[in-house]
């Protein structure tokens, strides 16, 4: 089965420092890997995912991820946070037997100082 | 596009009581999800369907709860009767295509309470 572990469930930046939110797998086989982030009542939108290309994958509003096969990590990565990016994220392995099957981490937060 | 419809945002209701929720996936999607949002067991994969014909329902908690997909526009997920423990933030979501690859598409919940 495949799980992934998200090691901070809090975060807090201040706007225009770096953000990085780390993430852990397991997997049997080669993964896919996702972020998904979900704003205050809103619902889940994807900001990037690896599917064995790349392994540096870029997602929108400046956010990117590094697959790296040797530590099992998806580590999420912004280089200046904006107050908009206080929300709670998600890192998500998808099953290779049933593709469609999601396995969500259990989030982290954050949160961004003025 | 409007995105994923989800009726209602918020519905309260007693214990025994039925509870209907109501879903409408992106145009063109092929794919509908039913997902449930609780802070103990965070984000759980309820039922899978794929050209209106549930695929995997495993994540179903019990006989208690039901979906349905009559038709490519439209699903309902059903609790009879609701319990208490089945407070939660309820998400449906679409994609194009059977697996996980393509984007899911979440709609902006319906949120649960049963007193």
């Known amino acids: 089965a495949q799980s992934v572990t998200q090691l901070d469930s809090h975060v807090s930046v201040s706007e225009g420092t770096p953000v990085l939110l780390r993430c852990n797998y397991s997997s049997s086989y080669s993964p896919s890997l996702f972020w998904y982030v979900q704003h205050p009542n809103k619902g889940l939108q994807l900001l990037l995912k690896?599917?064995?290309?790349?392994?540096l994958v870029k997602g929108i509003n400046g956010f990117e991820a590094e697959f790296k096969k040797s530590e099992t990590s998806f580590h999420l990565t912004k280089p200046s946070a904006h107050m908009s990016d206080a929300a709670e994220y998600f890192c998500v392995v998808s099953d290779r037997v049933s593709d469609y099957k999601l396995s969500f981490g259990a989030g982290t937060t954050v949160t961004v100082r003025a | 596009d409007a995105g994923v419809i989800q009726s209602p945002r918020h519905e309260v209701t007693e214990m025994g009581q039925e509870v209907t929720l109501r879903c409408k996936p992106i145009?063109?999607?092929?794919?509908l999800f039913w997902y449930r949002q609780t802070m103990m067991r965070g984000l759980e994969l309820l039922i899978y369907?794929?050209?209106?014909?549930?695929?995997?329902d495993s994540g179903m908690p019990e006989d208690r709860f039901s979906a349905k997909m009559p038709n490519a526009s439209f699903s309902t997920l059903k609790i009879q009767p609701s319990e208490p423990r089945d407070s939660a933030v309820y998400f449906c979501?679409?994609?194009?295509?059977?697996?996980?690859?393509?984007?899911?598409?979440f709609g902006p919940g319906t949120r649960l309470t049963v007193l």
């Open positions: 979501a679409s994609s194009r295509g059977e697996g996980a690859i393509d984007e899911q598409f």
């Open positions: 369907f794929n050209n209106n014909v549930p695929i995997d």
């Open positions: 690896y599917t064995s290309a790349a392994t």
């Open positions: 145009s063109g999607h092929n794919s």
